[in-house]
């Protein structure tokens, strides 16, 4: 079992930046890759980022590459998303996920945080 806390969410401006963070419990925590997700009112749940267990290997939807930085501290049980110049359509909930495998599809992570709300106004 993997317990998930994210955090960091808030209200900001365009172009400002935000660094969300996820703690996990349970000592097994490089065993997992962990991936960001996020859902904006009135759509579906989308992937954003996901990080071998190692952290060596990052993965990005297209879109959001050059402005968001997924990473992870083992020694800390914990994972980051830095997000860089955002844009009001950034806006949504964000929800880090555990998974034994390294995969975009959110149906494939057991685990999951409790989201954390990121506003962004222009």
């Known amino acids: 079992q993997v317990q998930l806390v994210d955090s960091g969410g808030g209200l900001v401006q365009a172009g400002d930046s935000l660094r969300l963070s996820c703690a996990a419990s349970?000592?097994?925590?490089?065993?997992?890759?962990m991936g960001w997700f996020r859902q904006a009112p009135g759509k579906e749940r989308e992937f954003v980022a996901r990080?071998?267990?190692?952290?060596?290997?990052?993965y990005y939807t297209d879109s959001l590459k050059g402005r968001f930085t997924i990473s992870r501290d083992n020694a800390k049980n914990t994972v980051y998303l830095q997000m860089n110049s955002l844009k009001p359509e950034d806006t949504a909930v964000y929800y880090c996920?555990?998974?034994?495998?390294?995969?975009?599809?959110?149906?494939?992570?057991?685990?999951w945080g409790q989201g954390t709300q990121v506003t962004v106004s222009s």
């Open positions: 996920a555990a998974s034994r495998i390294s995969t975009p599809l959110d149906k494939n992570y057991p685990y």
């Open positions: 990080i071998t267990g190692s952290g060596r290997t990052t």
């Open positions: 349970g000592r097994t925590f490089s065993a997992y890759a």
